[in-house]
């Protein structure tokens, strides 16, 4: 647009941020003190390099388990001398397997019947937020975007840790994944929760009717959920089938982990098994009998 000499340029309407469940205005405190044309994710000129590198479990609770230093710089050359301590969890968190699939259960009913409560989004809550985390499961779901844990059982923020792979398939990364949320953060419970009508296993059913080849890494996935499958039956029925024996075999397999394995003995965790229907949205847990498999299963892979 041309101004012409001496006319004021016309602001420009603030943005409005419309999310989900309710609209916001994001204003950023600290544009008044960029320079002009600044981008505000890019650090100003002669800001400190991280130099240095924290031993790697130091890191990786850092990170993953929210705590944070926020000062001029920041440096990673030198570990703390002491950990700093934890903030203590919400009174009301869960603290037991059976506790914890109680939660689930009432938070998806509020789900399914379209009376969610959209709990600790409150500005208190993300300020408690940024000192630590205390989830009270931890949620290995599929990829699909129609399946987010959270919004499916009516948790909010720090309620639940999430791990997601295409059909629930484990590997290595997923497992050290909720390795770390059982043994750092004493979660109770384990939830492998699959869904109807899932992509990657209707693509391991097809792949195991037509042997035509699929693409290299949508392989690992269709080999990996192939024992799944049962030959005996046919058509919309096999695929279903296979879902839940999908869910049952992952489960099993996560409940031989030695490490998870010794907290079940223990009652200290629970790994259960439960499949979200699309069409009502409810949650069905599954019986935790030992699952049928119907070909070689694909061993978890290991770092040799």
Known sequence: ????????????????????????????????????????????????????????????????????????????????????????????????????????????????????????????????????????????????????????????????????????VLDEAVLGSIAFGVLELDIPLVLVLGHTTCGAVTAAVRADETHEPLPAHISYLADRIRPAVDRTLAGEERTAAAIDTNIRLVRAQLAAEPDLAARVTTGRLAIAGARYDLHTQRVRRLPSRAPRTHGPAAATPHPG
Do not use: Y
């Open 1 to 168: 647009m041309h101004v012409k000499a001496g006319q004021v340029h016309p602001k420009r309407p603030p943005t409005v941020l419309g999310g989900a469940w309710r609209s916001a205005v994001t204003t950023d405190p600290t544009a008044s003190r960029r320079p002009e044309g600044a981008r505000a994710d890019v650090p100003p000129a002669g800001a400190d390099d991280v130099r240095g590198r924290a031993p790697r479990r130091t890191l990786l609770r850092t990170a993953l388990a929210g705590g944070a230093v926020l000062a001029g710089t920041l440096s990673l050359a030198t570990a703390p001398t002491a950990a700093a301590p934890r903030p203590a969890p919400r009174a009301h968190r869960p603290r037991t397997p059976a506790d914890a699939l109680r939660e689930l259960a009432r938070g998806n009913h509020r789900w399914a019947t379209r009376h969610q409560s959209h709990p600790h989004e409150a500005t208190a809550d993300r300020t408690l937020a940024v000192s630590g985390q205390h989830p009270f499961a931890l949620v290995l779901g599929c990829v699909d975007s129609r399946v987010p844990p959270e919004l499916v059982f009516d948790q909010g923020l720090g309620d639940l840790m999430t791990v997601r792979s295409a059909g629930c």
